[in-house]
């Protein structure tokens, strides 16, 4: 698969994905609290991965300006469909990814990625490109499955499986504590790592980093 095909597959999927339900409202609440918390009025964020823009939308009010984005148009139209019900001064929504906001003209004081890290194709490369982007002392802020977590069964026949007939995107597989040392070598300082999850095991690990 190819970034293009990427795009494809979320382009498709993204009228499903708008109307499913979240698995664990509960441990999604308690990850948009926690987010909250971290950010300031004068901040500027950038998400990655936004979506259909819920997110954006219920954190955007918050802080100074907040620039949403996803690799897919199609996520993006959505998004700037819920927008429109109900404007939010600052917020707006892109199709774009991290490899191209690199050297952006103003620095972020967060970055946000929730759902993200596992789908690019290079890691230690979007990484460093976030890194570029904030502001010295700025906060990376991201959830992420570990697929690497996951039981065996699932990453290494039923997920490359369902990639082989286009049922599921590209998907890196790391464990939790290589996570972490990306995040390092990368230039960050781990300030927390948690789960939020109200149900049953999360593999999702909740980061809060600081550019160094």
Same mark, same amino acid.
């Given at each position: 698969?190819?970034?293009?095909?990427?795009? +494809?597959?979320?382009?498709?999927?993204?009228?499903?994905?708008?109307?499913?339900?979240?698995?664990?409202?509960?441990?999604?609440?308690?990850?948009?609290?926690?987010?909250?918390?971290?950010?300031? *009025?004068? /901040?500027?964020? #950038?998400?990655? $991965?936004?979506?259909?823009? %819920? &997110?954006? =939308?219920? =954190?955007?009010?918050?802080?100074?300006?907040?620039?949403?984005?996803?690799?897919?148009?199609?996520?993006?139209?959505?998004? @700037?469909?819920?927008?429109?019900?109900? &404007?939010?001064?600052? #917020? &707006?929504?892109?199709a774009d990814t991290a490899d191209s906001l690199s050297g952006h003209?103003?620095?972020?004081?967060?970055?946000?990625?929730?759902?993200?890290?596992?789908?690019?194709?290079? #890691?230690?490369? &979007? =990484? +460093?490109?976030?890194?570029?982007?904030?502001?010295? /002392? $700025? =906060?990376?802020? !991201?959830? %992420? *499955?570990?697929?690497? @977590?996951?039981?065996?069964?699932?990453? +290494?026949?039923?997920? *490359?499986?369902?990639?082989?007939? $286009?049922?599921? *995107?590209?998907?890196?597989?790391?464990?939790?504590?290589?996570? !972490?040392?990306?995040?390092?070598?990368?230039?960050? /300082?781990?300030?927390?790592?948690?789960?939020?999850?109200?149900? @049953?095991? /999360?593999?999702? !690990?909740?980061?809060?980093?600081?550019?160094?």
């Amino acid at each position: 698969m190819t970034e293009a095909s990427d795009v +494809r597959f979320w382009d498709l999927a993204a009228r499903k994905y708008a109307k499913s339900k979240l698995a664990d409202q509960g441990g999604y609440e308690r990850t948009l609290e926690r987010t909250r918390a971290l950010l300031k *009025p004068g /901040d500027r964020v #950038l998400e990655l $991965g936004c979506g259909t823009g %819920t &997110t954006a =939308l219920r =954190l955007a009010g918050a802080v100074q300006s907040y620039l949403a984005t996803d690799i897919s148009p199609e996520m993006i139209a959505i998004a @700037d469909e819920k927008h429109a019900a109900g &404007t939010i001064p600052g #917020l &707006t929504f892109r199709a774009d990814t991290a490899d191209s906001l690199s050297g952006h003209e103003t620095p972020f004081n967060a970055v946000l990625a929730f759902n993200y890290l596992h789908l690019v194709r290079d #890691l230690p490369d &979007t =990484l +460093r490109r976030i890194h570029s982007v904030l502001a010295p /002392d $700025g =906060l990376f802020i !991201s959830k %992420t *499955p570990c697929v690497g @977590d996951m039981n065996l069964m699932i990453r +290494r026949v039923l997920l *490359p499986a369902m990639r082989a007939v $286009g049922k599921a *995107p590209h998907v890196l597989v790391f464990r939790k504590a290589a996570l !972490s040392e990306q995040f390092r070598a990368a230039g960050f /300082d781990i300030l927390a790592s948690e789960s939020h999850a109200t149900k @049953d095991r /999360d593999i999702r !690990s909740y980061i809060v980093a600081r550019r160094q």
